[in-house]
């Protein structure tokens, strides 16, 4: 510990030390009186609770219970459970402080987050004393959760993993602070008009919001734009200095993350842009108030609107400036924080971890050389060791659309210094790699930062990748496929740097919360250590053959189906069987993941049906849901076809008495969360070699549904725990793809050799689903007929022989309880709780700093 530090906190203790000792702990408190109020506000009792609420409602929202709207009711009570976080989250923090602790810090452009007062009340453990004083007073826990606006601060899995991490870190109290962006519109609203996607901006702050704080003593300054200049400093040094030509203020807004009933709450730190001046004085002056006024606006720009784009990258300016914004924001507020009890960088890299969740916070790794060069003269060598110490990597596609890469002018203007330290990164860097490979120009080329050409780039990956102590993929065959593809030339040169943490998902959020009753059902049979300790579920295997356990578990899954058929009917006006198989694709919209195979098997039954319209066949409810991007044409076709199909399938009486095809718009985390307790059939059918992991996958399965799936991602590994017997296998390898593309593939062949193929595409083509519209559809099946990028007509014929399979499975309701049994109870390997271990045992090398009650009063009893 350094001296300075110990002055530091010397300084602190005596401060302290001149107050009156309670006053120390409960800066609110003054006097025996003042005790029994800080109870009141904070107690855990439901006496207590009612009257906070109560409170809350009055002082806060204005209404007494006759005027309260279910928002002002959802409010009053987010706020009494945030009253009693926020003793926690203080005490969590000065720990950290007091024991000088190394954090995880984890920078990600996106968190997925999903509503917050569910999670909340069950981590602090009032979900019970909650349900029980509203129901007194005859409200319903659950009617006032479904009021909050979720947080959509993110597009799809990469966000709803760094949601699922920042859960399992404060849950195995580990130090550990998220820094990202607060848009201002997270993703989009999505509605279905005539079968086609409509977005609508999502204005989820409109009414308030009770998780986040405000710290605009926090603030810091961001600079765009201008340029350098070298000096030679006092010591006759050469240095450079940034000439910005604008900055941007960011103000910290904080979210607690509360752990799994400890006393842990972390910090999710989100930045939210702000003009340097409310005004250009000069313009003001002139009169042009309303230019002044745009100006500022300019700035504020920069967090207004997450990128809705999944998976692939859209080379805007206003992007990068999003992620340099809250890098850097991110980054002076990390070193600031280390400062207050380090006077140099010399610990830096053992109290700091950084993780960037994809490429999307590279930019930090130039960032963090800039700041420690340009602005705490840290020698460039010494500075090089601490960032590469610092940081580590997660890659998270294998998709070449999806690698960021900009053009150097751009970059250029926005950022001059950091393309200098970029250019500066790679000639050192390749100067080793010229030492190590003589003469190979070609690796050269591919392993530079710069990507030569007419417009040249900068790769981000490549910046990651050198500027990073780790790489990670988030799946063994994602891994594998790193370091034999997309990264091989890194591979060789470090191989070492490479690891594998396979995704995983908060069994918190994704089966006490989404599925109750099957949690109830499990805690009542294994007790409650699977919520923190999810290998624990496999105890239930021991009950597969238990006759009241089996009946139990087949009634709550008919349960939950019926739930959902009430939404659907809700929602889609469609009256679904909640005794058919419900067959479910719920994910982003994106060609890799193939919707198509599964409306290509719908149609194929469809013309079954017609064929033979006494045919008994399994009666099935197919459930789509999931956005694409804006800017996506195919995919939003693909949307419109489906909603086509469904329109033909559910108004034929022949067909849709054994069929029904449902779209539910606006597919989100609230949403996901009805959808995976009630769900019989996961698809999983992505093309072998695409998904990096996917994580629905295991929510799904966790939530007892059997998996049809490629062996792409995480299905491979999900296979493995659950068994061969309880998984549907179908299609080509990830090397079977790579062969067949190289050897040629003319997805014209399948169509000419496979009758049920061609008279799947042929009615589409005849206008089947448009109303004999031949045209509507026409870009859809050329794109197959003539490039098929993703295989469709590849594993068509194994894709519904193995729905065969599913069929006949799911005649025998004995045989498919077992297997849905058996997947949950396998399932326990995809806690996020385990990925969260693994990166601190192999990259972070972090440890749990557990936080002792601060008074006996803010632990609830237990339930
Ligand atoms: C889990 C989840 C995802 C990821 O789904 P994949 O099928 O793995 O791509 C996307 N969106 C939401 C809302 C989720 O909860």
């Given at each position: 510990m350094s001296s300075d530090y110990q002055s530091v906190w010397r300084k602190r203790a005596t401060q302290h030390a001149a107050l009156p000792t309670d006053y120390q702990?409960?800066?609110?408190?003054?006097?025996?009186?003042?005790?029994?109020?800080?109870?009141?506000?904070?107690?855990?009792?439901?006496?207590?609770?009612?009257?906070?609420?109560?409170?809350?409602?009055?002082?806060?929202?204005?209404?007494?219970?006759?005027?309260?709207?279910?928002?002002?009711?959802?409010?009053?009570?987010?706020?009494?459970?945030?009253?009693?976080?926020?003793?926690?989250?203080l005490h969590t923090q000065e720990v950290y402080l007091q024991q000088d602790v190394r954090s995880v810090c984890y920078l990600s452009a996106e968190y997925l987050l999903g509503r917050q007062l569910g999670n909340a009340l069950i981590n602090v453990g009032l979900y019970e004393q909650a349900r029980a004083f509203l129901k007194e007073m005859n409200l319903d826990l659950r009617d006032l959760m479904e009021q909050e606006i979720e947080p959509g601060l993110g597009n799809g899995g990469l966000g709803r993993l760094a949601a699922c991490f920042m859960d399992s870190l404060a849950s195995l109290e580990i130090p550990a602070i998220g820094y990202g962006i607060r848009y201002e519109f997270g993703i989009f609203a999505q509605s279905i008009r005539d079968g086609w996607q409509v977005e609508q901006p999502d204005r989820w702050l409109r009414y308030g919001n009770p998780w986040e704080i405000p710290r605009p003593e926090y603030l810091v300054e961001v600079k765009f734009g201008g340029h350098t200049e070298g000096y030679i400093d006092p010591a006759g040094q050469y240095r450079v200095s940034w000439v910005n030509d604008r900055s941007v203020l960011g103000t910290p807004y904080d979210y607690p993350v509360p752990g799994y009933r400890n006393d842990t709450v972390n910090t999710l730190r989100l930045w939210s842009a702000r003009a340097t001046e409310d005004f250009n004085f000069q313009v003001f002056d002139s009169g042009d108030f309303a230019r002044a006024v745009a100006d500022k606006t300019y700035s504020e720009n920069i967090t207004k609107v997450l990128y809705p784009n999944d998976n692939t990258y859209q080379g805007r300016e206003l992007r990068l400036e999003q992620q340099y914004f809250f890098v850097s924001c991110s980054l002076q507020d990390i070193i600031r924080r280390y400062l207050s009890y380090h006077s140099d960088f010399e610990s830096f890299a053992d109290k700091v971890t950084l993780q960037i969740n994809d490429t999307h916070p590279s930019i930090g790794i130039a960032e963090l050389m800039r700041l420690l060069v340009d602005e705490y003269l840290v020698g460039w060598d010494k500075a090089w060791q601490i960032t590469r110490r610092v940081f580590a990597y997660t890659n998270h596609t294998l998709l070449s659309e999806a690698l960021e890469r900009w053009p150097v002018a751009l970059f250029g203007n926005l950022l001059p210094r950091h393309l200098e330290i970029i250019y500066e990164i790679n000639r050192r860097f390749l100067d080793e790699v010229r030492e190590r490979f003589p003469e190979d120009e070609g690796r050269i080329a591919r392993l530079s930062l710069i990507q030569e050409g007419s417009q040249k780039q900068v790769r981000m990956a490549n910046l990651a990748c050198v500027g990073s102590h780790a790489i990670n993929g988030v799946a063994q065959l994602h891994t594998e496929l790193l370091k034999k593809d997309v990264l091989a030339d890194f591979y060789a040169l470090w191989p070492e740097k490479f690891t594998n943490v396979t995704n995983g998902v908060t069994p918190r959020r994704f089966l006490l919360l989404s599925n109750p009753k099957l949690a109830l059902l499990l805690s009542e049979r294994i007790g409650q250590d699977w919520l923190k300790d999810l290998d624990q579920i496999g105890r239930i295997e021991s009950l597969v053959a238990d006759p009241a356990f089996r009946s139990a578990w087949q009634q709550i899954k008919d349960d939950n189906k019926r739930d959902l058929a009430e939404y659907i009917l809700q929602f889609n006006q469609i009256e679904v069987d909640p005794d058919s198989l419900f067959d479910i694709q719920v994910k982003r919209f994106h060609e890799y993941k193939r919707q198509l195979l599964l409306a290509f098997f719908i149609v194929t039954l469809y013309n079954r049906l017609k064929r033979q319209p006494d045919l008994e066949i399994v009666p099935r409810t197919f459930i789509f849901g999931g956005k694409s991007a804006p800017g996506y044409a195919m995919a939003k076709l693909i949307i419109k076809f489906i909603n086509s199909v469904a329109r033909v399938v559910n108004s034929d009486p022949q067909v849709s008495r054994h069929l029904k095809v449902v779209f539910l718009a606006n597919y989100n985390v609230s949403l996901a969360q009805r959808i995976y307790p009630a769900c019989d059939l996961s698809e999983q059918i992505s093309t072998a070699g695409k998904e990096a992991s996917g994580t629905s996958n295991m929510k799904f399965a966790l939530n007892g549904a059997l998996t049809i799936g490629t062996l792409d991602g995480a299905n491979i590994e999900i296979r493995e725990k659950v068994g061969p017997d309880n998984f549907f296998l179908f299609g080509l390898t990830a090397q079977q793809v790579y062969d067949l593309k190289a050897r040629g593939y003319n997805p014209r062949d399948y169509y000419d050799s496979n009758a049920e193929l061609r008279e799947v595409v042929d009615r589409i083509s005849a206008g089947g689903f448009s109303g004999g519209d031949t045209n509507l559809f026409r870009p859809l099946l050329d794109s197959l007929l003539y490039r098929d990028d993703y295989l469709v007509f590849a594993?068509?014929?194994?894709?519904?022989?193995?729905?065969?399979?599913?069929?006949?499975?799911?005649?025998?309701?004995?045989?498919?309880?077992?297997?849905?049994?058996?997947?949950?109870?396998?399932?326990?390997?995809?806690?996020?709780?385990?990925?969260?271990?693994?990166?601190?045992?192999?990259?972070?090398?972090?440890?749990?700093?557990?936080?002792?009650?601060?008074?006996?009063a803010i632990r609830p009893a237990a339930e």
């Open positions: 702990k409960h800066p609110h408190r003054t006097s025996e009186a003042a005790v029994q109020i800080e109870d009141d506000r904070t107690g855990m009792n439901v006496e207590t609770l009612r009257r906070a609420f109560l409170d809350n409602l009055y002082y806060i929202q204005g209404k007494d219970l006759q005027l309260a709207t279910p928002y002002d009711l959802y409010m009053a009570l987010s706020y009494t459970v945030r009253d009693r976080l926020l003793q926690r989250w594993d068509y014929q194994a894709y519904i022989d193995c729905q065969e399979q599913v069929s006949q499975a799911f005649r025998d309701r004995e045989r498919w309880l077992t297997m849905s049994i058996l997947n949950s109870a396998r399932m326990g390997y995809f806690s996020s709780d385990r990925s969260i271990r693994e990166y601190s045992r192999n990259i972070w090398q972090s440890e749990p700093v557990p936080v002792e009650p601060e008074s006996p």
